[in-house]
């Protein structure tokens, strides 16, 4: 499939792409409870704590696949198809692989603020936890109103954008 390039595809709302980022949770939820159980039936993990440094790499990885893969192929992961989103670079052509990488990497921007807090703060409860990384989301969010074409953090610094894309009509 050839995504033609187009640059002046609007840019799409923070509320859609929020809705997708929701939806692509729980998507991923999946995915990573899957991965999750193949790691540990093939390492014969048998306690929770064993070997967590492994699984998080692992899982790490498994994401940026999932992610590079999807964005370089048709500039869309299953929750962006649902909400009719693309992620093209600045000059509305698909990501390249490295742009890709580089936006996924940037995309741990989400979360970082709130994980960095949990460890600093030695949180331990799950509401707490929760809370924090909730807190950190809406400031995500909240910042991308102070750019022009409401962009995210890691989308303006990787050189990329998400664009509306409606199905075409026949």
Known sequence: MTVQADTGAAPA?????????LYEGVLLFGVLFFTGFLYSVVTRQQHA???RTGLGVFL???????FVGFWTHSGQTL?????HLRVVDAAGQPLH???ALVRYLLGWLWFL???VSVWALELHGGGAIFGSLLA????YLLIARLHPQRQFLHDTISGSRIVTQL???S
């Open 167 to 169: 199905p075409r009509r």
């Open 13 to 21: 709302g923070l509320a859609r792409r929020f809705a997708a980022f």
């Open 97 to 99: 692989a490295s742009r």
């Open 60 to 66: 790490f990885i498994v994401l940026g696949v999932y």
């Open 136 to 139: 950190g989301m809406l400031a």
């Open 49 to 51: 704590m064993q070997g």
């Open 113 to 115: 603020p709130a994980l």
């Open 79 to 83: 929750a962006m198809k649902t909400w």
